[in-house]
Structures are given as structure tokens and as C-alpha cells.
């Protein structure tokens, strides 16, 4: 490695990124096709800027794997139940494989119908929500998704810890641009952006979260320590997380946010919950002009003032990253080479 190349960062291509994190998923108990898919997915996050979702997430694997919480090698089972429904046991796997192994089944059932629906459970979800749903809009269709995640948030004027982050995706082909695509947590914010606020030293702005006796704290450690994050908007945000739990949880066969137990699982960190996807074909609306009406919208809101649109700003990082290779930083480079 030459000098200045360690003193601006570790720059590596996407393609060799993917390999870097498909052996350490494999040498962790990942079958080869699941680590494929996991690897993609992480060096995804970072290279579009994701970085509470990317490369910050291997530790909480590597320890998750060895824990025997979670199953790498798990072969999802998929499920036709008729019609537009289509039902994958993940086996206590990994969300993304589970949805890969059902999505050619979900995007013919989607154009078939104009409307299908992939209902996962006994999976984990450790990632951000947004690479989940994209691609289904390079395909031309609108995706929804929901997964709600381990206990962490306090329903509105609440004092216990109930729901997930609970994050929704969603993405809608545009004309001659990227798909609009946004990922958003249902709490104040992504439990990820806390624990690099605490590993930083960096205080939260105000109403992001109580401490363990239910009072505000701008501590992001508070927070991890017995605290809980807020909803979003009050009880607007609130009433969101409660229909992600119905919808990823109730209706999947999974488990909601604080049913499951991984006290005997040391290490554990990987939340086993359940995920919905809604996939819908915009050519069934007889509107064959569905991706120019979303280019148009678009620009409205830009004119209107707003300066960045979602994704946006994911968009200009995945393009440097693609042209100048994803950096990381010498100490992110030196923690994925020592678990290899």
C-alpha cells in the first residue's frame, strides 16, 4: 500500500469491496450464495454513504454468526400461497437471501396481477431497507416494504420500549433519472446514527430519545444504556411503528419487535422479526406515463424550494464512488482484514 493512499483512505472498487465482505460472511459461517447476497447489500450501503448500514455492521454480524442466534447457511423456503401472496420461512436466516430467492416468483406475480405481496418471517434484517426495494423500480415497478426491528423505541407518552425502528422503503421508477427511492425510520432516529453518535462522542439533538428513567437525554450512550429512542412527529410517528409491527410482524407470522429472546445467545445482535413487501405494476393504472408523471412531481418539489430530493444525495456518493473507488479509512480497512 503506498503512502498516500493510506494518508487519504483505502480506496477500493465495489467489485472488490463485495469480495472483501463475501469471505468474511463465508469464513463466519455463510454459505457462499448467502454471502454473496449479504456482501452486495453492505458494500452497497457504503459505497451510496449509508454508513450506519455498511461497513459499521460487520462487527454486529461476525458476533451475531457466532453466536448461533442467526443461521448463514439457511435455505429460505418459499411458499406460493395462491394468487398475488407469496409467503418465504427465511428458517432463521438472513431477510436478503429470503427475498432473493422469491423475487423472480413476486415480480411475475406483480405483472400477472398488477399487485403482489412477499410476506418474510423468522428473518433477520440488519441493513438499511432502501437496496431492498430499488430494484424493483429499475424494473419499472413501485415498492413498498416494512421490517420492524429489536425494541427500542417508546410508543408516544409511553415508558417502555415496544417497538422497533420500524423503517418503510419505498421506490417508483422515474424518466431519463434514478428512481425515486426513500428509507425511513418510523423513530426520531436510525439506531444505527446512535451508536456512531456514541462511538464518536457526539450529543443527539433534543427529542431524540430518554434515558433508562424515562427522561430526555441528548446522550446518545444513555440511550443504548436502558434508554429508548422516540417516534418520530409524537404519536404521528408512533402510529407509523404501530402499523409496521402489524404489517412486518402480525401479518408475516414473524415476531414483533420485543417478543423475541436472544438472552442466551451472547453476542447477539441481529433482530429475528418479519418484513412485507408490496410490489406494484404502475402500467395496470392505465397511465402510460406513470414514470414521467414521477420525473414531474419531482421537479415541482425542487422548484418549490426543496434542494434535495430522498436519495439524492445516496445518488452523488454512489456516483464517486463507482468512478473513484469507496474509501475507508485505515482503521474500517484494518477491521474487515482481521476478521478474514
Not at 420500549?161 to 428509507?183: H, K, L, M, Q, S
Request: hydrophobic letters at 40%.
Amino acid at each position: 500500500m503506498q503512502q498516500a493512499e493510506i494518508e487519504t483512505g483505502i480506496r477500493l472498487s465495489f467489485e472488490k469491496l463485495v469480495a472483501l465482505l463475501a469471505r468474511i460472511f463465508i469464513r463466519n459461517g455463510v454459505s457462499p450464495e448467502n454471502a454473496g447476497v449479504l456482501a452486495e447489500n453492505c458494500a452497497s450501503c457504503e459505497r451510496d454513504g449509508s454508513f450506519s448500514h455498511g461497513i459499521f455492521r460487520i462487527p454486529g454480524y461476525v458476533s451475531s454468526l457466532k453466536s448461533g442466534w442467526v443461521d448463514g447457511a439457511a435455505v429460505p423456503a418459499v411458499e406460493d400461497a395462491g394468487g398475488a401472496f407469496i409467503r418465504v420461512d427465511a428458517r432463521n436466516g438472513f431477510a436478503q437471501p429470503a427475498l432473493m430467492a422469491a423475487r423472480d416468483l413476486l415480480i411475475g406475480r406483480t405483472k400477472e396481477h398488477g399487485i403482489a405481496l412477499l410476506a418474510l418471517r423468522r428473518s433477520h434484517h440488519f441493513s438499511a431497507l432502501w437496496p431492498d426495494v430499488e430494484p424493483f423500480a429499475d424494473e419499472g415497478l413501485v415498492a413498498l416494504s416494512f421490517v420492524n426491528s429489536m425494541a427500542c423505541v417508546v410508543p408516544h407518552g409511553g415508558h417502555k420500549a415496544i417497538f422497533g425502528t420500524n423503517p418503510i422503503a419505498f421506490a417508483a421508477p422515474r424518466r431519463d433519472e434514478p428512481p425515486f427511492v426513500f428509507d425511513q425510520a418510523s423513530s426520531a432516529l436510525a439506531n444505527g446514527d446512535v451508536q456512531i453518535a456514541a462511538r464518536e462522542g457526539r450529543l443527539l439533538e433534543p427529542g431524540m430519545g430518554v434515558d433508562r428513567n424515562g427522561e430526555p437525554t441528548r446522550d446518545p450512550k444513555a440511550i443504548l444504556d436502558g434508554g429508548a429512542l422516540l417516534p418520530f412527529g409524537g404519536h404521528k410517528g408512533g402510529s407509523i411503528a404501530l402499523m409496521v409491527e402489524i404489517l412486518g410482524a402480525a401479518l408475516t407470522g414473524g415476531y414483533f419487535s420485543g417478543e423475541f429472546d436472544w438472552s442466551e445467545f451472547k453476542g447477539a445482535q441481529t433482530p429475528k422479526t418479519g418484513q412485507l413487501f408490496i410490489v406494484i405494476d404502475p402500467e395496470r393504472g392505465g397511465n402510460d406515463v406513470f414514470r414521467d408523471r414521477v420525473s414531474e412531481i419531482s421537479a415541482l418539489v425542487r422548484e418549490a424550494g426543496q434542494e434535495r430530493l430522498p436519495g439524492d444525495r445516496r445518488m452523488q456518493s454512489r456516483t464517486r464512488s463507482m468512478a473513484g473507488g469507496i474509501v475507508l479509512s485505515q482503521a474500517n480497512y484494518d477491521m474487515l482484514r482481521s476478521y478474514v
